[in-house]
């Protein structure tokens, strides 16, 4: 088999994989986890944003010492994004791993 004819059969094979119904569920469930936490993860930065350039006296409230609402906030942004991670990492060893087990099994099974 020449490598031509091995990249078509390649082609080919992915083609049928990503046309199964279990890649569509891996595709779906990925995106019903990244697009909704993406989405509240943005709006919660441009919160922040919004903030800092709009509501001054608000952002320089201090809260105990030099520690002020807005640097709160900012570490809040830090603490968010650890926290998304780890979800996410949960999320995908508990509902996207094992999909893609199958769906890896299947090809080196050869049922594609």
């Not at 390649?10 to 994989?17: A, D, K, L, N, P």
Request: glycine share 10%.
């Amino acid at each position: 088999m020449t490598s031509t004819d091995r990249e078509l059969a390649e082609s080919e094979e992915w083609t049928r994989v990503h046309a199964s119904p279990e890649f569509n569920l891996l595709r779906r469930s990925l995106r019903g986890f990244v697009f909704p936490v993406a989405g509240l993860f943005l709006g919660w930065y441009l919160l922040y944003v919004v903030l800092g350039d709009y509501a001054h006296g608000f952002m320089s409230v201090k809260l105990a010492g030099n520690i002020t609402v807005g640097l709160v906030f900012g570490l809040l942004q830090f603490v968010s994004t650890f926290a998304i991670t780890g979800l996410y990492v949960r999320y995908a060893h508990r509902n996207l791993d094992p999909l893609a087990d199958r769906i890896r099994e299947d090809v080196d099974g050869g049922r594609w």
